[in-house]
């Protein structure tokens, strides 16, 4: 069903933090049954325009038509009763309480003015019935995988009656299975008419599911087209403003590696998780760690980086077998981890970006007796422009930057310990395309300046523009080691990560 019907019209939308305008005159509209794809830079102004929608922030100027009738939108609270509902890429539900709980957590269904659980568990089932997926609303939230969270937040948006659903980078902590499985449910949402805003950097899926497209530049709109008559091209070219270089094909690389082990793994395990590891990694190679959700690469980097503590096996950096219990002795060893879940393990969001850039390196600056604002404040400045991380100012706190910036922040804030091994899970998940391809250069220098790096990530195209050689990762072993000259093609990597080739 596309009956091009807006369900929702935003006109004009105006907003500025302080002084800093970040939505300038944007229009833009959802249908009832369509999906469109909201994309832009990190910072372009995308959750911006839609924490508007649902009430978290107030815009300036412009109007919202909610099925063509004007509405204040004056808090979440408005929102939730125009039928708006947000599926937060942060999740909002409270991992101690059931599935039915969280999903009529503001709305319950009250018996004599208690929540009663039986109903809400009875409503929970027919919702995720008619979603057609299978979660039990009497699990704990904190009990499942993150997968069925999102289900719960969809369940808990479709509870209040959502006819319009955002989602913001909903398949950053997804598998490509459960990816799937999303993409199936937002085609029977959309049968339903429900309306949806799917923020993604993925072009992929963006063409996968979606009816149209806008670009946000800038806090300007700068395109608004059907995925039929648009090209990937120029939609990057409206994202970033210019032609984009071509990131994802193998370069070789300038510098030579070396013959020199620097990192020796042998029969690593550690839980049920990580069994009988093995691998070399040498000066200034790239090793790439490619798997499904749940193969072990995530395990193997937490092990390496002393999270995890090893159960079995030896660890060696230049020859010396060591014993890395602790990310403190990790770091003393020059080993640097930029971990997957950059909000959970990589910053402080109530701190300063100076800080949080700065955190690792206090001990060295201490110690050197270097220790000053001044120090840190030049150091900060030093990686905001080299990683060209957008903000007000270097003082700002951390977590009011774009989800992109944050994750920039992870990357510079490692970088700087000046590591001689770094471990990278999935380092570019929720940056743009821009973005991306500085990061992935930035790999390749690291490596061709001596330094060995460990790199995970689900997207293949990637993997294989910078990797020297792939492990496949299979149900916590190595199931395969692959040079790069030995991998002719995308689907042949994928075939021997799901253990078929
Ligand atoms: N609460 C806030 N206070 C100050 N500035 C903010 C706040 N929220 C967002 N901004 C700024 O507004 C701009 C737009 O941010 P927004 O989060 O909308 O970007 P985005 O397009 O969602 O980017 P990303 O792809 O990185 O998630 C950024 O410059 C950001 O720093
Ligand atoms: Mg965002």
Redesign the pocket.
């Known amino acids: 069903m596309n009956t091009n019907t807006p369900a929702i019209e935003m006109r004009g939308i105006e907003k500025s ?2 002084t ?1 305008p ?1 939505l300038k005159n944007v229009d833009f509209s959802v249908s009832v049954g369509e999906v469109h794809a909201l994309a ?10 839609m ?1 508007i929608l649902q009430g978290v ?1 107030q815009k300036d100027a412009g109007e919202i038509l909610v099925s063509g009738e004007q509405v204040q939108i004056t808090d979440t609270f408005a929102a939730r009763k125009a039928g708006i509902g947000m599926v937060f890429q942060e999740f909002s539900l409270i991992p101690t309480l059931t599935v039915a709980q969280n999903i009529f957590l503001t709305n319950e269904p009250t018996k004599f003015g208690l929540i009663d659980d039986a109903k809400a568990r009875k409503l929970a089932l027919d919702i995720f019935k008619e979603m057609e997926v299978e979660v039990d609303p009497s699990r704990t939230v904190e009990s499942m995988p993150t997968a069925l969270w999102q289900l719960t937040e969809i369940a808990k948006a479709l509870a209040q009656n959502a006819k319009v659903l955002i989602m ?2 909903p398949t950053a902590s997804l598998a490509r299975n459960e990816a799937e499985g999303l993409f199936a449910l937002i085609e029977r949402l959309k049968t339903r008419g429900i309306a949806i805003v799917y ?1 993604s ?1 993925r072009m992929d899926e963006i063409y996968r599911i979606a009816d149209r497209i806008t670009v ?1 530049r800038d ?1 300007s709109r700068v395109l608004t087209e059907s995925l039929k008559k648009v090209s990937p091209e120029q939609i990057v070219e409206a994202i970033i403003g210019r032609k984009a270089a071509a990131h994802l094909v193998h370069k070789n690389r300038s510098a030579k590696i070396s013959k020199e082990v620097v990192l020796e793994v042998k029969n690593l395990s550690s839980g049920p998780k990580l069994q009988n590891v093995s691998l070399q990694v040498r000066r200034g190679e790239i090793l790439g760690l490619a798997g499904l959700m749940g193969s072990g690469r995530t395990e193997l980097v937490n092990t390496l980086f002393g999270i995890l503590k090893p159960t079995a096996g030896t660890i060696t950096i230049n020859g010396k077998q060591l014993d890395i219990s602790s990310p403190q002795q990790a770091i003393q060893n020059k080993i640097a981890l930029i971990p997957e879940d950059r909000r959970a393990q990589g910053l402080v969001l109530d701190h300063a970006v100076t800080e949080n850039l700065t955190l690792p390196l206090l001990d060295g600056l201490k110690s050197s007796g270097l220790l000053s604002k001044r120090k840190i404040l030049a150091r900060s400045k030093e990686i905001i422009e080299q990683f060209d991380i ?3 100012y270097p003082g ?2 951390v ?9 920039k922040v992870v990357i510079g804030k490692w970088l700087g310990t000046n590591p001689e091994i770094l471990l990278m899970d999935e380092p570019t998940a ?3 395309i821009g973005t991306k391809s500085e990061i992935l250069d930035l790999v390749r220098k690291i490596a061709d300046s001596g330094k060995s790096v460990i790199l995970i990530s689900s997207e293949l195209p990637e993997l294989l523009s910078v990797s020297d050689r792939i492990l496949v990762l299979k149900d916590g072993h190595v199931s395969k080691s692959l040079n790069r000259e030995e991998i002719p093609s995308e689907e042949f990597l994928q075939l021997a990560i799901q253990g078929a080739a």
């Open positions: 933090f302080g800093n970040v832009g830079e990190n910072g372009a102004g995308k959750s911006t325009l924490k922030y913001d980078e923020i950097h946000l806090g957008r903000l007000a700002i706190r977590g009011s930057l774009s989800g992109g910036n944050q994750q929720g940056v743009d």
